[in-house]
Each structure stands twice: as structure tokens, then as C-alpha cells.
């Protein structure tokens, strides 16, 4: 049995070299020997808590940086956005019309049949919309 009795955080990842070597009791010379390399390692929950503090730490650094980039790179005189622009949303009205008129080969519509769309130009609006 082999204990560490001085665990201290800073002794994490060191690596220690333990001989073990196997001798008869009347007999000096030995009759094999090995050698066993040991690191110590922080218990899981001591581990889940560097994870922790790690990840905070981390998360404040990039609130820190961003909240810096935010300052710097906004001018101040732009008007804040309030939602999608008039283009996004014309453009979806205009997909979503696309989807509900009838396609082609369909005969009992009331819709002239200039406005029947083939099944690729409704793909193409599905996808836009998407």
C-alpha cells in the first residue's frame, strides 16, 4: 500500500516513479524488479469543481470581451433595429403566397392559369422561406 499523505491541488498531474523489486527472504539478489509510474490525479468531485470555476471563469472573460467589442465597434448615432427588415418580411409574404397558389396540372382552380406554379418554383419558395 502506498499513500500520498501531502495532497496539496499544486501536486495535481505530477508524475512519481515507485520501484518495486522482488527478492527471496534468505536471498540478497533480486529476481525482478519494475517500475511503476504514479500521477496524481484530483478526485472527480474536486474535478467537476475546477470545471466549474474554469467555465466561469471563461464565461466572464467573454462577457467581459464582448460587452468591450460591443462598445467599441457600435457607433453611437445608428438607430437600434427593432425586428426583421421590410425586405425579410415582403419576401416571406411573398414565398408564403407562392405556396398556397395552385400547381400546374391542377384544373379545378379559380385562378388563371398564369399563376399556377410548377412544383420546382415551389421548392425554390420553400426553400427561401426556410
Not at 29 to 45: C, D, H, Q, V, Y
Not at 80 to 106: D, N, Q, R, W, Y
Amino acid at each position: 500500500v502506498i499513500r500520498h499523505r501531502d495532497v496539496r491541488a499544486s501536486y495535481y498531474g505530477v508524475i512519481d516513479k515507485f520501484r518495486l523489486q522482488v527478492s527471496e527472504q534468505s536471498q540478497r539478489k533480486a529476481l525482478g524488479k519494475k517500475e511503476i509510474i504514479a500521477t496524481l490525479l484530483p478526485s472527480a468531485k474536486e474535478q467537476q469543481q475546477q470545471k466549474e470555476e474554469e467555465e466561469k471563469r471563461i464565461k466572464e472573460h467573454l462577457a467581459e470581451s464582448v460587452f468591450f467589442e460591443q462598445t467599441l465597434c457600435q457607433p453611437e448615432n445608428r438607430p437600434a433595429s427593432s425586428g426583421p427588415s421590410l425586405l425579410t418580411v415582403f419576401l416571406g409574404i411573398v414565398c408564403i403566397a407562392a405556396l398556397m397558389l395552385p400547381t400546374l396540372g391542377e384544373m379545378d382552380s379559380l385562378v388563371p392559369l398564369y399563376l399556377h406554379l410548377s412544383v420546382n418554383q415551389k421548392l425554390v419558395a420553400a426553400y427561401v422561406l426556410g
